[in-house]
């Protein structure tokens, strides 16, 4: 079973981290820092989406949704039940806004997974789920990225880890789609086909089978 490897995405973030006010600088749109809790807790979501693939879960099935919303639980607070409670109100609103906003983005990734190329399906769930309005309150950036990596896993494809070499090209892109609304005619029809095919090309080039491990299925 190909799960994520834990160990070369957090090199690759930790290389991203040190090199990020450099790239902050030519950003279009400047940044929140990278911390170095934000990306433990990046890596305690990748390690429990691993236990996911093991289990042969599909994120995007009525039974996998709790899941899907745990990983932004973790991106955001991580599994300390302490911090759990500290946030407790935020992660019960993030619930609420999550079940009104992901049946159109379920039912379009299960309607296109069989269908669809890794690439397509991974570039398509990514540009639904950030552009306005989110699915999530916060960290829709980071969340999304280990879903769409998960996507592309799932359909056999290396993923896509925030590196140095890339992250400017990737995070222009991202927020040209984060400010893109989905309820806007002209955004849909003119904007978000663009954003979708440039980020479906960057994919192409630049997602890495570094990122990716073997591990055997519990019996």
Request: proline share 4%; net charge neutral.
């Given at each position: 079973?190909?799960v994520?490897?834990?160990d070369?995405?957090?090199?690759?973030?930790?290389?991203?981290?040190?090199?990020?006010?450099?790239?902050?600088?030519?950003?279009a749109?400047?940044?929140?820092?990278?911390?170095?809790?934000?990306?433990?807790?990046?890596?305690?979501?990748?390690?429990?989406?691993?236990?996911?693939?093991?289990?042969e879960?599909?994120?995007?099935?009525?039974a996998?949704?709790?899941?899907?919303?745990?990983?932004?639980h973790?991106?955001?607070?991580?599994?300390?039940?302490?911090t759990?409670?500290?946030?407790?109100?935020?992660?019960?609103?993030?619930?609420?806004?999550f079940?009104?906003?992901?049946?159109?983005?379920?039912?379009?990734?299960?309607?296109?997974?069989?269908?669809s190329?890794a690439?397509q399906?991974a570039?398509?769930?990514?540009?639904?789920?950030?552009?306005?309005?989110?699915?999530?309150?916060?960290?829709n950036h980071?969340?999304?990225?280990?879903?769409?990596?998960?996507l592309?896993i799932s359909?056999?494809?290396p993923?896509?880890?925030?590196?140095?070499?890339?992250a400017?090209?990737?995070?222009?892109?991202?927020?040209d789609?984060?400010f893109?609304?989905?309820?806007?005619?002209l955004?849909?029809?003119?904007?978000?086909?663009?954003?979708r095919?440039?980020?479906?090309?960057?994919?192409?080039?630049?997602s890495?089978?570094?990122?990716?491990t073997?591990?055997?299925?519990?019996?």
């Amino acid at each position: 079973m190909r799960v994520f490897c834990l160990d070369e995405i957090g090199r690759s973030l930790r290389e991203f981290q040190r090199e990020f006010p450099a790239i902050n600088d030519r950003l279009a749109m400047r940044r929140e820092e990278l911390t170095e809790l934000m990306i433990e807790q990046i890596l305690e979501a990748y390690g429990f989406l691993n236990t996911l693939l093991l289990k042969e879960m599909d994120l995007f099935t009525p039974a996998g949704l709790y899941a899907l919303l745990e990983m932004n639980h973790l991106v955001l607070c991580g599994s300390d039940p302490g911090t759990r409670m500290q946030y407790y109100q935020h992660l019960s609103e993030t619930r609420k806004n999550f079940l009104l906003r992901i049946k159109p983005i379920k039912e379009w990734t299960a309607k296109k997974h069989s269908g669809s190329d890794a690439y397509q399906l991974a570039s398509g769930f990514y540009t639904r789920m950030l552009s306005r309005p989110q699915l999530f309150l916060e960290g829709n950036h980071r969340t999304g990225n280990i879903l769409l990596n998960y996507l592309l896993i799932s359909k056999h494809a290396p993923p896509y880890i925030v590196s140095s070499a890339h992250a400017h090209t990737y995070l222009d892109l991202s927020g040209d789609i984060k400010f893109t609304e989905k309820g806007n005619s002209l955004d849909t029809a003119l904007r978000m086909p663009g954003h979708r095919r440039r980020l479906e090309t960057f994919l192409r080039e630049c997602s890495s089978v570094r990122y990716i491990t073997d591990m055997e299925s519990p019996v």
